[in-house]
């Protein structure tokens, strides 16, 4: 029998919100790492294009209709994928929502539906994929919070930086569920990195300011996140639980 807790290349991962950006990137680097991967996404006819693109084989990577916001899709997306690929090691629950607009112009359904999908999606998957993983006896989950997270955020949203600030506890509350169960949990908190979504929030003529604020002058780069997480991911970052890893280019030490 394989012993999964030391080969990597026998494992599964699901990406959320895989089908552009930090989760595209996540997943690319696990691919390339030897995992199998499913590309899931609220967006699926863009997910299938992702999975194609990483391999048009389709032989190591499928991809998943998955929105975060519903737990019976990941129940659906666990079976799918345990049924294609026999198995899930790795989940990294990347898949979130931003609105810029202002704090007090927030209204009640709108800062709802942003925390439900940023937190919310994170807390279902952290509790249906993890307790799959609890039964195996071994897992890694790795949750994509965010600098807003942690300093309250400047160009994305109260209810953005709220989510991610809840993600950071919820990490910590699931790794000490899951501790004893060969599960770990733990958080990547980027500050502001090359991607679509930086691209949407922060207009051209505002990006030299936005770089000049940054200590280390210049945007952070997706695939060294991607390349974080599959550290994370790794059976030996067995020791390493509860975590967040901060990569934001010197906005903020502690
Ligand atoms: N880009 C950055 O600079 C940055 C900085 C800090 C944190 N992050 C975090 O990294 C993660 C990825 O960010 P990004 O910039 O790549 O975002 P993005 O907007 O480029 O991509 C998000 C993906 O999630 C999908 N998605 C949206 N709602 C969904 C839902 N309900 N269910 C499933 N999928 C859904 C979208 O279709 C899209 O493919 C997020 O958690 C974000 O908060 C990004």
Known sequence: MTDITTQTQAQVALVTGAAQGLGFHIASRLHAAGYRVAVSDINVEAAALAARELDPSGETVMAVALNVASRADFEQ????VTERFGSLQVLVNNAAVTRATPVMAIGLDEFNEVVNINLGGTFAGCQVMGSYMAEQG?????NMASLAGQNGGTSTGAHYAASKGGILTLTKVFAKELASKGVTVNAVAPGPIDSPMVKALVPAERLPGLLAAIPVGELGDANFIGDMVVQLASPQARF??????DVNGGLFMR
């Open 138 to 142: 071994y897992g890694r989950i790795i």
């Open 240 to 245: 390493t639980t509860g975590t967040t890893w």
């Open 77 to 80: 997306a666990l079976a799918a």
